[in-house]
């Protein structure tokens, strides 16, 4: 047997020369790994031996499930706070493949990660066209004066997707008057 037509379809077993007697038969088993939501087809092509026989095309195709994640922010902006103030913002993760999305790990990077952090992203499995919310937020107990950025990430089975977050720690604002003495 011979495939032609893609990557994503491979013979796994009945690859070898099949010798078939009259009335008898021989499985052929095919792999299928497609890498998008797209229709493929290739042709298994046999080619009988024989004097009185002709080759035989069978068109096989199949169509690909994928997950594909989303999150319905790149940019996350807390704006400013004073010291030792947390602010929380809502972000959601979507899944609008054809497939079930498994949530695999989250991260946060950058120079102020220890500002930030994730929470509530409790569903590890999202279905295809689900979507769930979690939190994201930055708490300025410890951290200097000036500019917080950091990256979230959150990896699935299908691609990590990031949203870059920032905001600016002010010290407080003190007015200080002298006292006049009469």
Known sequence: PELNGTDSISILSGDQTLRI????SQNITLGFAPDTNNTVTANLT??????T???????????GV???????????????????????RTLELSNSGSASL????TSITGSNSDAFNVTGLSRPVLDAGESTT????VNTTGVSRGPLTAEVAISTNDSTVT????????????????AVQT
């Not at 940019?75 to 602010?87: K, P, Q």
Request: aromatic content about 6%.
């Open 21 to 24: 007697g009259p009335g008898n």
């Open 46 to 51: 046999l080619d009988p031996r024989g004097p």
């Open 53 to 63: 026989t002709s080759s035989q095309t069978i068109d096989i195709d199949g169509t």
């Open 66 to 88: 994928t997950a594909e994640a989303s999150l319905n922010e790149s940019a996350v902006g807390f704006g400013e706070l004073g010291f030792n103030e947390t602010r929380t």
């Open 102 to 105: 498994e949530v695999t790990g």
């Open 134 to 137: 979690f939190e994201v937020a």
């Open 163 to 178: 949203a870059f977050t920032g905001a600016t720690a002010s010290e407080p604002n003190i007015d200080v008057q002298r």
